[in-house]
């Protein structure tokens, strides 16, 4: 089984603050996504990486997927109550079907 | 488009009773998967299909049972059910090209008392 972890498990911060969140592991994956969770909702994909080394950027958030495509992190610029939520990294690996998800990151962003 | 849905939203059972959870996309999607997400944690896979009449086994596949006759369709059945079984569950639909979204419906949420 492929363990991905994340961290920290929970963040609280202000209003606009930056933070990064965490994803590692010992295996290597062909592509990693980072999904976001509200309460009561299924997660939602915010973006998949699939080079080592590679960056996106989606408005305020910053992904990079590690060189060598053991591990990810996310970075939050400014960040926003409607950032709230609880972010999981998943990992899919050469020949497989299935994502394997992280640990989760519960983000709190007070106003 | 409905999308993932997924019935009942939220279901108590008593230990040794049986249910189906319900799952149904209408986005023709051939890979389909069972997560169940326990409070404060990340989702582990239940089941997985690949395509109609084609399933396979995840992480956490004891005390469940899928089928895949259809397209659409997917349920999860829990045979004898345990407190260990409470949880939330997701159903998700993939489309099975490459590197592609994961689209989850709205979740089950059981409670096994």
């Known amino acids: 089984t492929q363990l991905l972890e994340q961290s920290p498990q929970f963040l609280s911060i202000q209003e606009g603050e930056n933070l990064t969140v965490y994803c590692n592991s010992s295996s290597v994956f062909s592509s990693l996504q980072w999904y976001r969770q509200e309460p009561g909702e299924g997660p939602v994909l915010l973006v998949t990486v699939v080079t080592g080394g590679e960056v996106k950027k989606l408005k305020r958030l910053t992904f990079q997927f590690g060189d060598a495509r053991k591990d990810s992190s996310l970075h939050i610029t400014a960040a926003q109550p409607g950032d709230t939520g609880l972010y999981l990294c998943?990992?899919?690996?050469?020949?497989?079907?299935?994502?394997?998800f992280g640990t989760g990151t519960r983000l709190t962003v007070i106003p | 488009n409905a999308g993932v849905t997924q019935t009942p939203k939220f279901r108590i059972l008593k230990i040794g009773q049986s249910m189906t959870l319900q799952c149904a996309q209408d986005m023709n999607h051939n890979y389909m998967y069972w997560y169940r997400q326990d409070p404060g944690m990340g989702l582990k896979l239940i089941y997985y299909?690949?395509?109609?009449?084609?399933?396979d086994k995840g992480e956490v596949p004891n005390g469940y049972n899928v089928s895949r006759s259809t397209t659409e369709d997917f349920p999860l059945r829990l045979e004898l059910a345990a407190p260990s079984q409470t949880s939330v569950y997701f159903c998700?639909?993939?489309?099975?090209?490459?590197?592609?979204?994961?689209?989850f419906g709205p979740g089950t949420r059981l409670l096994v008392l």
């Open positions: 299909s690949v395509g109609a009449g084609i399933t």
């Open positions: 998700a639909t993939e489309s099975g090209t490459g590197y592609e979204t994961q689209y």
């Open positions: 998943a990992g899919l690996t050469t020949g497989a079907n299935n994502l394997f």
